[in-house]
């Protein structure tokens, strides 16, 4: 098989009338075993999910390369990325710029003026109201004191959780049957009460920092000179609160999923997830919906390092492996920044069947609220990386739908012939531990979106 495919291809962009040339070559698969030199400087470090698997020697998605290759100054489409989160920091110097704006809203006259049923939702909307700690979902279904088909797994789970607790929060909050941290008056398991919460996207705390930094991993300004650069150049971030700190609640992201299909939202990354999940039919049938207003949903994996094929987790498109209820919802594992057998990042959840791709996801360097910045490890990184994505394909090439974003990001993706660890004692072929066996590249889904002509 040859290494590298050669291709000239003109795309007419209609959304800036400008001619987007990509004259460029397929990466090819990375050798098994890259010497760890190419993190040696802080801005490799700080940048290292942009870098190239050639020739930087990490695993990174090449985003660098194709701005100074393929997009160069060429402005594509606006693009909106709904981030469904905890709050996020809007006024960011790193984001503030880069935000989703409801257009047909007027802010602070307490006035629903687009008539959608949310007043004031300038920004996005707040599910939560002033809620921050949570229980853990199996606590909740627990504490009801009913029968549940997952019950026996969700004691044991509780029961195992609670022998290792280490903390206060965990056992005041995250374990407690008595704990009540929902504030919006709302029934949770009533999806007929649908407005609750605020207009207030905030994080409510400057530990509350998740959906800022998956929001600036996706849209952190590039031409700044400042902080760190996002994936996606011509992005706007809706956001929605409905991560709270604990297990999000299945109504709010069902809601949430249907608010960012019908205010405009191209995409939709779910950082988060869950092993129990009461109301994941509402879900799926978010999801559904989603898919029918043409919006991609990116989904974080999870980060117990279990074969999802075997162990659930949620949300996701399917129920026990059965049908995926759509064709717009893409799963996304963690990939640590060193080739070889540590690739897979130890946490990331895997499966042949229920993760589609990997991406880069440990240590990445993004906001935090305050105009501070961080590393995180998680694959809420990874998502927000295939998410940011997305967002340049669907900027650069305004046409495609929802299901021919994921399939570029997953058929262009570079395969890893190589095993990696599962544990200390347990090798796997990265080729099984996602549908496609690759990791997401935006170098080779711009040539492959202009090979195949997606206009």
Sequence with gaps: MKNLTYISVFILMFASCQTLKVTSEYLSSPPNAIPKT?????????????????????????????????????????????????????????????????????????????????????????????????????TRLLAKGVDFPEKEAAQKDYDKRLSEARGEETLKYYLNYDFKGRTTG??????????????????????????????????AERNNSIGVKGVANNVQIMSLRVVPYGDEYDKDVALGIIYAADNGADIINTSFGKGFSPHSDKVREAIAYAASKDVLIVNAAGNDNNDLDAIPAYPNDSYKNGPEVSDNFITVGAL????????????????????????????????????????????????????????????????????QLKKIIIESGIEVNSKVRLSMMEEIGFQEISKSGKMANLYNALIYAAKKEYK
């Design 336 to 403: 640590s920044p060193f080739m070889g057998k540590g690739l897979k990042a130890s946490f990331s959840n895997y499966g042949k069947i229920n993760v589609d791709v990997f991406a880069p996801g440990v240590l990445i360097q993004s906001l935090v609220p305050e105009d501070e910045y961080a590393r995180y490890s998680g694959t809420s990184m990874a998502s927000p990386c295939v998410a940011g994505v997305a967002a340049v394909l669907k900027s650069y090439f305004p046409k495609l739908k929802a299901h």
């Design 38 to 138: 190419a993190l040696s400087t802080e801005a490799d470090r700080n940048n290292w999910q942009h870098l190239d698997p050639i020739t930087d020697s990490v695993p990174g998605m090449s985003v660098d390369k194709a701005y100074n290759e393929i997009i160069k100054d060429f402005k594509g489409k606006p693009v909106v990325v709904a981030v469904l989160d905890s709050g996020i920091d809007i006024g960011h110097e790193d984001l503030k710029d880069n935000l989703w704006k409801n257009k047909n809203e007027i802010a602070g006259n307490n006035i629903d003026d687009d008539k959608n049923g949310f007043v004031d939702d300038v920004y996005g909307w707040n599910f939560l109201g002033e809620a921050y700690y949570e229980q853990l979902e199996l």
């Design 186 to 219: 709302d029934d949770p398991d009533n999806f007929d009460e649908i407005y609750y919460g605020d207009n207030n996207v905030m994080h409510s705390r400057p530990d509350e920092s998740h959906g800022t930094h998956v929001a600036g991993i996706i849209a």
